[in-house]
């Protein structure tokens, strides 16, 4: 094969593969208004679930496979293997945010808060929606004293999913905290 059959079947395979990512796009756009405006938390759950169902496609059946086995073996707690798939997702497709994301649940589950702080910031640099990637940023926060950039991130967690029990739980528990007592 010559090189300019290898560019003509490359520019193909870009041209066609352009449409599909922006319909993905599109999809996602639609479902994140959607979850902003949902009505009650089941909605929003059920939104929240496609979202992170269409952000959980990497593309590559070999990544996402990476990040299935990352996710098993977080659900068995074996973080060794967890953190060693995700940390082979991210060396592989560093432009895949769920894989950050994975690494960053790993971290936090090992207590590196630092490391899990760094993937998260990778995380948010990809997808600044990522309102998992978020909650997060203020779950470590608040576990090291700093409830203010705590607050500052739940309170970004509301304005992309706003019926998070979780997060307008932890939202009253520092509001004190961080604002003071009126009088």
Do not use: C
């Not at 790993?106 to 490391?115: D, K, S, V, W």
């Amino acid at each position: 094969m010559n090189f300019k059959s290898i560019v003509t079947a490359f520019l193909a395979t870009v041209m066609i593969s352009l449409p599909i990512a922006g319909l993905a796009q599109d999809r996602l756009d639609t479902l994140m208004s959607e979850l902003q405006q949902a009505e009650d938390e089941t909605s929003a759950l059920r939104l929240e679930n496609q979202i992170i169902t269409e952000w959980s496609k990497s593309g590559s059946p070999a990544m996402d496979l990476l990040l299935k086995r990352g996710r098993d073996a977080l659900d068995v707690s074996e973080l060794d293997a967890a953190t060693e798939h995700f940390r082979a997702l991210t060396d592989h497709a560093p432009e895949f945010a769920e894989g950050w994301h994975g690494l960053a649940l790993a971290y936090y589950q090992e207590e590196r808060f630092g490391p899990a702080l760094d993937a998260l910031e990778r995380v948010l640099a990809l997808n600044p929606e990522h309102f998992a990637a978020l909650r997060g940023v203020g779950a470590i926060h608040e576990q090291l004293g700093n409830e203010v950039l705590a607050y500052g991130a739940f309170e970004q967690v509301l304005t992309l999913r706003p019926h998070d029990p979780d997060v307008i739980d932890a939202l009253e528990r520092l509001e004190t905290m961080v604002k003071g007592v009126t009088l």
